[in-house]
């Protein structure tokens, strides 16, 4: 069953993984797909075609009348379900304080406790 209907306002969450220098970002494996270009992206469902490609329910997304922070190449895309959040969903994310998502912490002071 789908979980998004036509005229829903839905955003755009790619997965998220870690590169090679340990930055947060789209995974690796989706990095070069079109698709990435619109992660963040805030939009509206116009068409749902429940049987898309090799079986996977997918939906049609349109950028046009929504202000977004992210650069739009094109102004709709096609997106699998499982890239797309409720677009109501404004609430702060939490910060992440413990994992291998959190930032690293550096060298706060030196060892010797004066200036170098």
Do not use: C
Request: charged share 20%; net charge negative; proline share 7%.
């Amino acid at each position: 069953m789908a979980a998004f209907s036509v005229g829903e306002d839905v955003r755009v969450a790619m997965p998220k993984g870690v590169n090679k220098r340990g930055v947060v970002g789209i995974s690796v494996l989706y990095s070069t797909w079109p698709e990435a270009r619109f992660d963040g992206a805030l939009g509206t469902i116009v068409e749902l075609n429940p049987s898309g490609t090799y079986g996977i329910p997918l939906y049609l997304v349109d950028f046009r009348d929504h202000k977004n922070r992210t650069a739009i190449p094109w102004q709709s895309q096609w997106f699998r379900e499982e890239w797309l959040i409720p677009g109501a969903d404004r609430a702060p994310q939490p910060v992440a304080t413990a994992g291998e998502l959190v930032a690293a912490d550096g060298m706060g002071q030196t060892t010797t406790r004066e200036s170098s």
